[in-house]
């Protein structure tokens, strides 16, 4: 389903034009959760997604006489923020700091992840986050736009700024390296084991 | 097209697959239903990649950080009120801290006391604000379209079209957050364990202790409904006089669980919503509810964990009981019926509570 703004977005864009302070703060609550989700995923340098976001929604309020309602606000959010983390993060030349902080991730859940995480994670759970954890980044990238946050491939493609192919490609191969590894793994994994045999 | 040699990787990347997992597109879902009834022999491969779309989903869920995203805010604010006091346009500063997680609250009534005061019995709210009446804002919506209202304390309403919202011009200052409505609204209200958030409607109030709720209260109605998703929720009838908060008497409601009040009779009847949901999707699997020859105490034990509801029944009685039974994404109810009927049992609702009714198994 193409992601297209609702009347209801149009209104709130409408009044975010015309300065209307409740209007920002409307967007901005409607949109924050799914960009934490979304830049916690490509970078695991929390303050950088951080600033990122309100740097986003900064310069949002700050040009909005003469930012034109973009057709899908959402889809036009993520793009910015990536945008914003990847330059910031050129900025301060950490470029590896982002596998190494993946790489910790996935020996260490972090204390923040498991106090906001669900509660009763199912050690099942983790192994599947594990093995999408070693996946390279883009391939990670596109499995959370697509799965989690339900963007179409064009729309992931748009936001990754890769061509349509591209983006169809890093999800087939994820989900491709992703079942040779249940599979391998299926002893060690009962949780797989229980779904690739039903 | 033909996905009998597609592989799980062909299907859980195909879009309309997806489409049709999710539910999110009735054209997919009605072609992949057809197309499965009519290539059964793809079901395993097709079970297979559902499960891998379902899964992916849920491993790339963190959970909400609310504190996070409230602190992100107050920094914007704060950029933002210091970039227009730099260019000479100052605003109207919000002192506004927002605390940590917001709650959810869905809220519906329909009750024209509010603004055109009733002529019989329980007067004491619209007396009470009509005095005051310039004390109060008034949103009122003559659209069809939800308008979206940010309250001072952070709330956000979402006022359903023909919907009038209406509360104290400084309802922040006071020792509850209390509003009142006319029509139907979606709330998110800010936490603040020192200041509850109160929805007035007819001869009932609602306090908000938890997350989501609704409130059925038409205007000429004999009963009023407030029911439950998730967290929980007070709900008291309004005694004499007071705008206060009634000291006792609440009712206090969980998940999938509702209340009656029958105006009349000024009584109230719990019991469990329509058509109960799961509690928490999550930690529910794909064949959590098959069950071959499962003792009948421990298909119970599943079930009220998966809805948060209680079920009576003799253990010793029906200690012969097994259930054999694939059951899935059956509604809470076809799951009862479907259990009672293999093990020749009956069962009913009182009180919230599900009553199973067996004389046993041979």
Same mark, same amino acid.
């Given at each position: ?198 | ?57 849920? #491993? ?34 919000? @002192?506004?801290?927002?605390?940590? #997680? #917001? ?11 509010? *603004? ?65 409505? @006319? ?13 509850? *958030? ?6 009932? @109030? ?90 009948? #105490? ?28 694939? @059951? ?35």
């Amino acid at each position: 389903m193409p992601d297209i703004n609702t009347p209801l977005d149009e209104n709130i864009w409408r009044s975010f034009k015309d300065g209307d302070k409740a209007a920002f703060a409307a967007l901005y609550r409607f949109y924050a959760g799914a960009l934490l989700n979304y830049g916690n995923r490509i970078s695991s340098d929390q303050t950088l997604v951080e600033d990122s976001i309100q740097d986003l929604f900064f310069e949002l309020w700050k040009n909005r006489q003469r930012t034109t309602e973009p057709n899908s606000i959402r889809l036009y959010l993520f793009k910015a923020l990536r945008y914003k983390i990847y330059r910031n993060r050129k900025v301060n030349d950490f470029t590896n700091a982002l596998d190494i902080g993946l790489i910790q991730e996935l020996t260490f859940p972090s204390h923040e992840s498991k106090l906001i995480g669900i509660e009763v994670e199912s050690a099942q759970m983790e192994n599947l986050r594990m093995l999408v954890r070693q996946l390279p980044r883009r391939q990670q990238e596109a499995i959370n736009l697509r799965f989690y946050h339900g963007f179409s491939n064009d729309e992931i493609a748009a936001i990754m700024g890769v061509n349509y192919q591209s983006a169809c490609n890093f999800i087939f191969s994820a989900l491709r390296k992703l079942k040779l590894n249940l599979n391998v793994s299926v002893s060690s994994f009962a949780f797989f084991l229980k779904i690739f045999l039903t | 097209m033909d996905y009998r040699d597609l592989s799980i990787e062909n299907l859980a990347s195909n879009e309309s697959f997806i489409d049709w997992v999710n539910k999110s597109d009735p054209e997919a879902v009605r072609y992949w239903d057809l197309y499965l009834s009519s290539h059964p022999e793809i079901r395993p491969q097709v079970e297979k990649a559902r499960a891998l779309v379902l899964n992916l989903r849920s #491993a790339e869920e963190f959970g909400q950080n609310n504190q996070q995203i409230d602190s992100i805010w107050t920094s914007i604010q704060s950029k933002v009120d210091t970039h227009e006091q730099a260019s000479g346009s100052s605003s109207r500063k919000s @002192l506004l801290i927002l605390t940590s #997680a #917001a709650l959810l609250l869905l809220c519906a009534a329909s009750a024209v006391w509010l *603004f055109y005061p009733p002529q019989s019995n329980d007067r004491h709210t619209s007396d009470y604000y009509q005095q005051k009446l310039s004390d109060f804002v008034e949103q009122v919506n003559e659209s069809t379209l939800p308008m979206k209202i940010q309250l001072d304390d952070g709330t956000i309403v979402m006022l359903d079209g023909k919907s009038r919202l209406k509360y104290k011009r400084t309802f922040t200052q006071d020792s509850s957050r209390q509003v009142y409505l @006319l029509g139907k609204a979606y709330f998110e209200v800010m936490k603040d364990p020192y200041k509850p *958030f109160i929805v007035h409607s007819n001869e009932i @109030l609602v306090k908000v202790l938890g997350t989501s709720f609704r409130v059925e209260s038409p205007e000429h109605g004999e009963n009023i409904l407030v029911s439950v998703k998730t967290g929980r929720v007070s709900v008291f009838a309004v005694p004499g006089n007071s705008p206060n908060l009634p000291k006792r008497g609440g009712i206090v409601l969980s998940p999938n669980q509702q209340v009656t009040y029958a105006r009349k009779e000024r009584s109230f009847q719990k019991s469990l919503v329509e058509s109960p949901d799961l509690l928490t999707t999550k930690t529910i699997k794909p064949g959590d509810f098959v069950f071959d020859n499962a003792p009948i #105490a421990e298909v119970f034990r599943k079930i009220e964990t998966a809805y948060g509801v209680e079920i009576i029944f003799n253990e010793d009685v029906m200690k012969n009981c097994y259930l054999t039974a694939p @059951l899935g994404n059956e509604s809470l109810h076809d799951k009862l019926q479907i259990i009672c009927a293999t093990i020749g049992a009956g069962y009913e609702v009182i009180d919230a509570n599900i009553v199973i009714n067996s004389a046993g198994c041979p």
